[in-house]
């Protein structure tokens, strides 16, 4: 098995969660996206859409970081990464979607690079915008926890799901450009607990071989 990927990138962290939540090793190849080397017909000879991660096990290869979370979650259920109430999974799908389809979208590299490139941004204004779809997109997810009838350490449960595993490189992404987190208790409860897994903190960007 084999996992492409790059430090920072937020998507390839939530992948290294999940893997390390399976106790998982797969061999790591970094893919600097800073370098533009995604971009290099080699990487692209691998992964035609040239973005990370991308997972290659034996014949089989795969795009996308939650479609690569739910099949090592079915190849290797435990510990699963989807709760077993029917409801608590679809919340768990809707969180990581609203993170990985709603909110990283708009802060990813490639919108940065355009902000400040064709468009002209500043740097206080490129992080003005990074900050300002944070506090959006994390508002309406804080409220959404804040009303659950059942509190828990997670977003959905008492054990970390996909939605975690989303979640927590998210806070990391906002945390490195200084937005403030100071309204979303329940949010950074999870980050909190999170912290005490070492599934979590072993998949952070600065502890990567790769870091810079």
């Known amino acids: 098995m084999i996992l492409y990927g790059y430090f920072r990138s937020s998507a390839a962290y939530r992948v290294r969660i999940a893997m390390n939540l399976k106790k998982l090793s797969p061999e790591q190849r970094s893919v600097h996206l800073a370098k533009k080397l995604h971009l290099d ?23 996308q970081s939650l479609a690569i979370i739910e099949y090592l979650d079915e190849l290797y259920p435990e510990p699963p990464l989807l709760p077993a109430d029917i409801r608590d999974r679809a919340s768990a799908r809707a969180i990581a979607q609203m ?11 490639r919108v940065l690079s355009y902000l400040t490139g064709k468009l002209e941004f500043s740097d206080a204004d490129k992080t003005n915008w990074y900050c300002h ?21 997670f977003c959905v449960s008492d054990a970390p799901t996909i939605a975690d595993i989303c979640l927590v490189p998210q806070i990391a992404n906002a945390n490195r450009f200084k937005c403030s987190l100071d309204k979303f208790p329940h949010i950074m409860k999870v980050a909190s607990n999170a912290q005490k897994i070492a599934a979590f903190v072993d998949a952070e960007p600065a502890r990567q071989s790769d870091t810079e």
């Open 41 to 63: 017909a080699a990487y692209k000879a691998v992964n035609p859409q040239g973005f990370v991660p991308y997972l290659v096990d034996g014949v089989f290869s795969l795009s």
């Open 99 to 109: 993170i990985a389809c709603d909110i990283h979208p708009l802060n990813n590299p």
């Open 133 to 153: 779809w944070i506090h959006e997109g994390f508002l309406a997810l804080e409220t959404m926890l804040a009303n659950r009838k059942v509190q828990s350490a």
